[in-house]
């Protein structure tokens, strides 16, 4: 199961998570967050090594500017959590890198919206709708995810924290295209720091009991 730890921006805590080897790290490029990485130094990432996928998130910028971003930081992937089109994925893609789009999933779901993006991005993210665009602490109801009919596969996300791997387990063994988790804002000590220890117990948790 891909595990995903997102909304790192403190250099203190990098080498303390790269240690715990998830399958990656999200940086949110994004001004607007209290975990807005824009200045972190891009060395500073270099405790993550080659082995664990580094994730910008960004929220509506233009291709151009991910593609910057990219280059400095040695994203692999890049979590799209706006409005981008179908074209602004694929041209992504094209240039090289995983693409993920991020879905704000409220108390319903029109699925068919997310059909012009099956064949230009490599993963969903499920997450909580908001109008800050995740790190809400939140969750949604899962069972919407139960109607889900296309093939891409997506990371479950949404306020989930500690005391939810089995529940994220149990969904893992119900929901087919279920590839992962992402966790954030419910394992920190402040925004954009990490509680490693916290981080530590549900990684081994999910590795321990994983289909």
């Known amino acids: 199961m891909i595990i995903k730890i997102c909304g790192l921006s403190d250099p203190d805590t990098l080498s303390a998570i ?48 991910v593609l910057h971003t990219a280059s400095r930081y040695g994203l692999t992937t890049v979590q799209l959590h706006g409005k981008e089109s179908p074209a602004d994925c694929k041209a992504l893609r094209d240039a090289g890198l995983k693409v993920m789009k991020a879905v704000g999933i409220g108390h319903d779901m029109d699925w068919s919206m997310l059909s012009p993006y099956v064949g230009t991005v490599d993963l969903f993210v499920f997450d909580t709708l908001t109008a800050v665009h995740g790190g809400s602490g939140r969750k949604y109801d899962w069972n919407l995810l139960n109607t889900y009919p296309l093939d891409v596969p997506f990371l479950l996300s949404g306020g989930i924290g500690p005391e939810d791997a089995p529940a994220v387990l149990a969904a893992s063994k ?25 981080v530590a117990s549900f990684i081994n948790t999910i590795s321990q009991n994983k289909l």
Do not use: W
């Not at 790290?25 to 209290?34: E, L, M």
């Not at 130094?41 to 291709?63: C, H, W």
């Open 18 to 65: 790269a240690r715990l080897k998830p399958s990656m790290v999200g940086f949110i490029f994004y001004a607007p967050s209290p975990r807005n990485a824009c200045a972190l130094l891009p060395s500073a990432v270099d405790v993550i090594p080659d082995t664990i996928d580094r994730v910008g998130v960004f929220v509506d910028a233009p291709v151009d500017h």
């Open 174 to 198: 119900s929901l087919p295209q279920m590839a992962g988790v992402d966790i954030n804002s419910r394992f920190e000590t402040r925004p954009g720091c990490k509680d490693a220890s916290m």
